[in-house]
């Protein structure tokens, strides 16, 4: 069982909009910055959002991240079939002296 | 352009070890915390272990503390994982990845590690 809660899978239709959830606690997501992570099919995992909202050099902004409290969400604008993904929150717990994941989110588009 | 590349993966027997290897290239290696993350077959990440950039702190998943030992060596740009008394819940691809606390920016392709009779 993650120390972060992802929902298994999310779905949208092309072009449409959607929102992944990360919820977490005072030890990880409460004081911590939140990073997203898409791992297509086969592919080592990609950082897509860091210190909750920053996106890297060449990820579009069709993808953005918020925190809230002790949740964090991605968003993903304008879905294409390439974003079909399992997208993965992590960052670091206090508590743990680790860093943690969500369990992941498998992202269909339909 | 930064590049990660694990090795060592295969085989083992329960009870076995391994070591692994990442060689690194395209940034300044010391200056950087490195990381393993592992991801069992069908499953999500799990981090394992963290070094700072200078070797000095080193960080473990209670899952693999006192069995996994990291390691590095700067002059040589790589990262290590020794991993001893194996067992099949370790079955997983190791991935390198740069960075520690606040993110993984980069991450190699992984070397996958079977632990099997």
Redesign the interface.
Known sequence: Q?VLTQPPSVSAAPGQKVTISCSGSSSNIGN??V?W?Q?LPGA????LI??NYKR?SGIPDRFSGSKSGTSATLGITGLQTGDEA?Y?C?T?DSS?????????TKLTVL | EVQLLESGGGLVQPGGSLRLSCAASGFTFSSYAMSWVRQAPGKGLEWVSAMSGSGVNTYYADSVKGRFTISRDNSKNTLYLQMNTLRAEDTAAYYCAKGHVRFFDYWGRGTLVSVSP
């Open positions: 993650s911590n910055y990073s992570y791992q080592a995992p990609k950082l860091y210190d890297p399992d993965y992590g670091w743990l002296i680790a860093a943690v994941f969500g369990g992941g």
